[in-house]
């Protein structure tokens, strides 16, 4: 066997008893071999953190939903588990009201309005974990991210200006969208999309601020790219495409 | 009292996540992933409210919890479902919210049983809990991962996040043979160090 296939035999945890032997034997003499094996181990320990980043971005984005009981229709998997309550109740004749009004607007006309406000939402921080007193961040990138979760936009795109990752135009642009300021955020955006970051995410605002500015022709294009990249909101893209 | 309602809601949590495997989380099913979660959350914040901590913090000790318990099962630290979903959630969020409040210093009102879910409970010492930061090196080599190519990405993160082996790689039909994943994997390391060297020594 190998050194890399121990390598890999370990980290894929399908080594025998007798390469265990041979793979420990070999971290003890050979310098070159720990030292790929550290790497390699603190690299499984940043895909995790990458991997777990994106994650915990996907259930804020869920708890962003219950929040909104008006767009979270979709996701009520189980209603029969939970208990009825006056808030629920509310939220029911909310909805049944909002449902009536979209129903209205939608027989006359598209209204690029409502279209923007129910699939807007800031994207939440997937960049920086903030742990209070963890210094292993840049203080600006710290400064940057803190600002943005806590909604003091323009601090934020004060701190974002300093910094150089490729993510920053996408959180510049997210910043100013946050604001209303649509040429601004359009043209963060645009540079986004050269990036190799938030490519489709992009994409995906872009086409809002278009049904926002009623370019209907713009959010097709906008959204069929969407589409195309596959890797985020694919599905809301085809479903606002079909209401267009 | 509270043991019964505690055990009762410990059962009727059993019964309610026949339909999900492991399977579906482990393939990455994004509906199974966001079912656990809805369905889960107001019973382990209700479960979570003894120990003395804001809800804030038991949202954010819930979602550490259910990203620990996503990691075990794509590490395969959890094989198969010895227990039910929410008893694997319930004893990791206990970890956890132990965890926190040594951190916050608090200390745990009298009246409740810490060991109210014992009898139902996963031992937690055979998964990996492991939440500390990273290191500077670390940091460094994760703000270089996302500069790798897409196929680069997606390779790494199969082999050393979900868990798969070169020949599971290998099944999934975008690489001819073992050989061809393996030199391309290690293109892929050859890469990250390259770039992680040019940021040290520009």
């Given at each position: 066997m190998t050194k890399e296939d121990l390598l890999i035999g370990y980290f894929s945890n399908t080594l025998s008893n007798l390469h265990k032997s041979e793979f420990e034997n070999l971290l003890k003499i050979d310098a070159e071999f720990k030292a790929q094996f550290e790497f390699e181990k603190a690299l499984k320990k940043v895909v995790k953190k990458k991997e777990n980043d994106k994650l915990k971005a996907k259930l804020h984005s869920f708890e962003e939903e219950l929040k909104t009981p008006l767009l979270n229709s979709k996701t009520q998997v189980n209603p029969k588990a939970n208990s009825i309550s006056w808030l629920k109740i509310a939220a029911s004749l909310v909805l049944f009201v909002s449902?009536?009004?979209?129903?209205?607007?939608?027989?006359?006309?598209?209204?690029?309005?409502?279209?923007?406000?129910?699939?807007?939402?800031?994207?939440?921080?997937?960049?920086?974990?903030?742990?209070?007193?963890?210094?292993?961040?840049?203080?600006?990138?710290?400064?940057?991210?803190?600002?943005y979760e806590s909604e003091d936009y323009n601090e934020a795109i004060k701190q974002f200006t300093n910094l150089n990752a490729n993510y920053v135009p996408f959180y510049k642009a997210q910043s100013y969208l946050k604001l209303g300021k649509l040429n601004e955020a359009k043209q963060f955006l645009n540079t986004s999309i050269t990036n190799t970051v938030f490519v489709a995410e992009s994409h995906w605002y872009l086409a809002l601020i278009a049904l926002k500015e009623k370019q209907k022709d713009q959010a097709v294009e906008q959204l069929q790219k969407v589409i195309t990249l596959g890797t985020f909101k694919k599905d809301k893209a085809k479903e606002l495409l079909e209401k267009l | 009292?509270?043991?019964?309602?505690?055990?009762?809601?410990?059962?009727?949590?059993?019964?309610?996540?026949?339909?999900?495997?492991?399977?579906?989380?482990?393939?990455?099913?994004?509906?199974?992933?966001?079912?656990?979660?809805?369905?889960?959350?107001?019973?382990?914040?209700?479960?979570?409210?003894?120990?003395?901590?804001?809800?804030?913090?038991?949202?954010?000790?819930?979602?550490?919890?259910?990203?620990?318990?996503?990691?075990?099962?794509?590490?395969?630290?959890?094989?198969?479902?010895?227990?039910?979903?929410?008893?694997?959630?319930?004893?990791?969020?206990?970890?956890?919210?132990?965890?926190?409040?040594?951190?916050?210093?608090?200390?745990?009102?009298?009246?409740?049983?810490?060991?109210?879910?014992?009898?139902?409970?996963?031992?937690?010492?055979?998964?990996?809990?492991?939440?500390?930061?990273?290191?500077?090196?670390?940091?460094?080599?994760?703000?270089?991962?996302?500069?790798?190519?897409?196929?680069?990405?997606?390779?790494?993160?199969?082999?050393y996040y979900r868990g798969y082996t070169i020949k599971d790689i290998l099944e999934l039909g975008n690489y001819n043979s073992e050989n061809v994943i393996k030199s391309a994997k290690s293109r892929c390391l050859k890469t990250l160090k390259n770039r992680i060297k040019a940021t040290i020594i520009p």
């Open positions: 449902a009536g009004w979209i129903a209205y607007n939608s027989f006359f006309s598209t209204n690029y309005m409502s279209l923007y406000d129910a699939n807007f939402k800031a994207y939440p921080n997937t960049e920086v974990t903030i742990i209070r007193g963890d210094t292993t961040i840049d203080e600006t990138v710290r400064k940057a991210f803190v600002a | 009292m509270k043991f019964i309602v505690n055990l009762l809601i410990t059962n009727t949590l059993m019964y309610k996540e026949d339909s999900i495997t492991l399977d579906d989380l482990k393939q990455g099913s994004e509906s199974a992933f966001k079912q656990i979660y809805i369905e889960n959350r107001e019973k382990f914040i209700n479960f979570g409210r003894r120990y003395s901590l804001s809800e804030d913090e038991l949202v954010e000790v819930y979602q550490d919890t259910y990203i620990a318990f996503y990691d075990n099962i794509m590490s395969g630290k959890i094989k198969a479902f010895t227990n039910s979903i929410s008893t694997y959630l319930f004893s990791i969020g206990k970890y956890l919210i132990f965890q926190k409040m040594r951190t916050n210093k608090k200390t745990v009102n009298p009246d409740y049983d810490l060991q109210i879910v014992r009898d139902n409970e996963v031992d937690v010492t055979i998964l990996d809990l492991d939440n500390e930061g990273l290191t500077e090196e670390q940091q460094l080599l994760y703000s270089n991962f996302d500069d790798l190519g897409k196929q680069c990405k997606e390779l790494l993160t199969l082999f």
